[in-house]
């Protein structure tokens, strides 16, 4: 069942069920195939993402060509590039579905004129990207220290949704480690 928009807002207050009906019109949905991009580095980010079903990445792409993935993003959750969409700058990093995912998307202007609409949603989304951001530094400062093995099995207790539905490739550039040492990690766990 894909994850409901008014439902993720709502964890940050109220909205009135005519103010529903005026935000789910604001966005619209897209389906995206794994693998594809929906905002690449070096542009200003433009949107905003809404993940109903599937999973996005957030990722850079290093000067030797290698895929770093920073997060993985799924159902329920809101998307952006934040500092290139608030501050109109050109971002470092992509946003690209790991496995084939529905979402909703909202321009910029778009969303300015919701804001200006519904004054108190600027304030809802706000308090849902700080919570996002905070959870984000927590997951990643749980690896902190560990070796290759024990920060796996980390993410298997922390994200085993995630594990099972992107390419073990996005799971090892994650981690910090290569495809190869990540299989014998696996080989050696079971």
């Known amino acids: 069942m894909p994850a409901s928009l008014i439902a993720c807002l709502q964890d940050a207050g109220p909205i009135p ?9 604001a966005w619209r ?9 929906l905002f690449a580095a070096g542009h200003i980010c433009q949107e905003r993402f809404f993940i109903e079903e599937g999973v996005l990445r957030i990722m850079v792409l290093q000067p030797s060509g290698k895929e770093v993935t920073h997060f993985f993003l799924k159902e329920g959750q809101l998307c952006t590039i934040l500092h290139s ?15 084939a995912a529905q979402v909703l998307a909202i321009t910029r202007p778009r969303l300015e004129e919701l804001y ?41 207790r922390q994200q085993p949704d995630v594990v ?15 495809p190869q040492s990540l299989s014998r990690i696996r080989k050696n766990i079971r």
């Open 17 to 25: 069920e005519a103010d529903q009906a005026l935000i789910l019109q």
């Open 29 to 37: 949905p897209r389906a995206v195939a794994e693998g594809e991009t």
């Open 85 to 99: 969409f608030d501050n109109q700058v050109p971002a470092a990093e992509s946003i690209q579905a790991a496995c």
């Open 116 to 156: 200006q609409q519904l004054p108190y949603l600027r304030a809802y989304i706000s308090q849902i990207t700080q919570r996002a951001l905070l959870e984000k530094i927590q997951i990643r400062n749980a690896y902190l220290g560990l070796d290759s093995t024990t920060r796996y099995q980390q993410f298997l």
């Open 164 to 178: 099972r539905r992107v390419p073990l490739a996005d799971v090892a550039s994650y981690l910090g480690i290569t």
